[in-house]
């Protein structure tokens, strides 16, 4: 019997997959995984490998999604969509404080926090790279988030190597993937019958136990080792991390800002779809008989005017101060607030942004005519 330790490589067959899911609900689990939703690959419940995308790829260019059905492929041939774990551990709303009008007096409560145990299968490594981005956010420094911490300890990660990359991914350049470098409870990369497991926790390694596994071959191994190569070598977007941060700091008078402000309509979807964009409001909403006030914390961006308000106006009052508010937020002075970049090269701002405004192409071109003063 093969036992699935920290570090071993194990051998799944596709089959046991579901044994996998089906261990993990046993476990009081929520599980949630890939499934095609509204034209796109989403991140939801699933409770079997049928209501996962086999043999579904995604295009992906600026601007642009599209699915298309190959053939012979797998169950993770796709790559990022436009979910990712964010909502899972930081909700576009949540209830802070509720105050009750209770006779003649109010009385305040701070919800508890949920506790869910949830398990995400299909996480790739630009995720859990966003994941560590969010902890720091959210767990680091003084004050910790309730909200986050609660939903982050019931988190179970099982991780995918990714077999082809988007033309809209730059992970490599980000050093953020496309193999997974930890952060996972079990990593596994597909192949034609079935996956090659990483053991990354205890905890990984025990939901294994009793499901049809053995020992990956030494071959299994080899093949498995090709498959996140492949797809590094398909990138050719690219940011140059040496030096994007005084390129852009040095050069905030640079045209391209200008430029980029008459394509950019300030919609926000790049903030919404990105991994570690992690500004919030708070709304107060009372109801209709004026006995109930909530709190809400809901999701803001850098790119509503609103956002920026102080006492004496809006400090981005303009589309070309917010677009560089948010890349040089993303790629300079967020590295000086919490000592890495803020992204991690998924591509989602890229595809996602209605105009197809990459943010690669304008580092590209403010490094062009700029370059690093
Ligand atoms: S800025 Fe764009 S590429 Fe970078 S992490 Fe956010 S969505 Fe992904
Ligand atoms: S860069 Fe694109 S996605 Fe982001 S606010 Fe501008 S138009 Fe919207």
């Not at 295009?59 to 169950?75: S, W």
């Not at 926790?201 to 299994?220: C, F, H, N, P, Y």
């Not at 940011?239 to 390129?247: F, K």
């Amino acid at each position: 019997m093969t036992d699935p330790i920290v570090g071993a490589r194990i051998w799944l067959p596709e089959a046991a997959l579901q044994g996998l899911i089906d261990q993990l609900r046993a476990s009081g689990y929520e599980v949630v995984g890939p499934r095609v939703a509204d034209g796109a690959v989403t991140l939801v419940e699933v409770t079997s490998i049928s209501e996962m995308p086999r043999g579904v790829r995604d295009e992906q260019e600026p601007g642009k999604y599209r699915l298309t059905v190959i053939e012979g492929a797998g169950l993770f041939d796709h790559v990022v969509g436009p979910h990712s774990l964010k909502p899972y551990l930081f909700p576009p709303r949540t209830t802070v404080l509720e105050v009750l009008k209770i006779r003649d007096s109010w009385d305040a409560r701070v919800p508890e926090p949920p506790r869910p145990k949830r398990a995400v299968i299909g996480v790739r490594s630009c995720d859990l790279h966003a994941l560590a981005i969010q902890d720091r956010v959210f767990l680091g420094g003084q004050h910790r988030d309730p909200e986050y911490a609660a939903r982050r300890e019931g988190l179970f990660l099982i991780a995918v190597n990714c077999s082809r990359s988007a033309p809209t991914c730059f992970c490599v350049s980000m050093n953020t993937g496309p193999k997974v470098d930890g952060g996972a409870d079990l990593v596994l990369t597909e192949l034609n019958t079935g996956f090659v497991v990483e053991v990354g926790t205890e905890k990984g390694g025990e939901v294994l136990r009793g499901l049809d596994i053995r020992e990956s071959t030494l071959a299994e191994f080899a093949e498995a080792t090709e498959v996140p190569q492949r797809a590094a070598s398909q990138q050719t977007r690219r940011i140059n991390l040496a030096t994007v941060h005084d390129t852009l700091i040095n050069n905030l008078e640079h045209p391209r800002w200008e430029d980029v402000a008459k394509r950019c309509l300030s919609c926000a979807n790049c903030t919404m779809v990105c991994p570690t964009c992690f500004c919030s409001t708070v709304n107060e909403v009372t109801d209709l008989a004026g006995d109930v006030t909530t709190r809400e914390r809901v999701w803001e961006s850098c790119f509503n005017e609103e956002h920026s308000w102080t006492g004496s106006g809006a400090a981005h009052p303009t589309t070309k101060s917010r677009y560089r508010q948010w890349l040089t937020h993303k790629l300079a002075t967020w590295v000086d607030q919490f000592g890495s970049s803020g992204c991690v090269g998924c591509g989602r701002c890229i595809t996602w942004c209605p105009v197809g405004i990459d943010i690669t192409e304008e580092v590209a071109a403010i490094e062009a005519k700029g370059g690093v003063a």
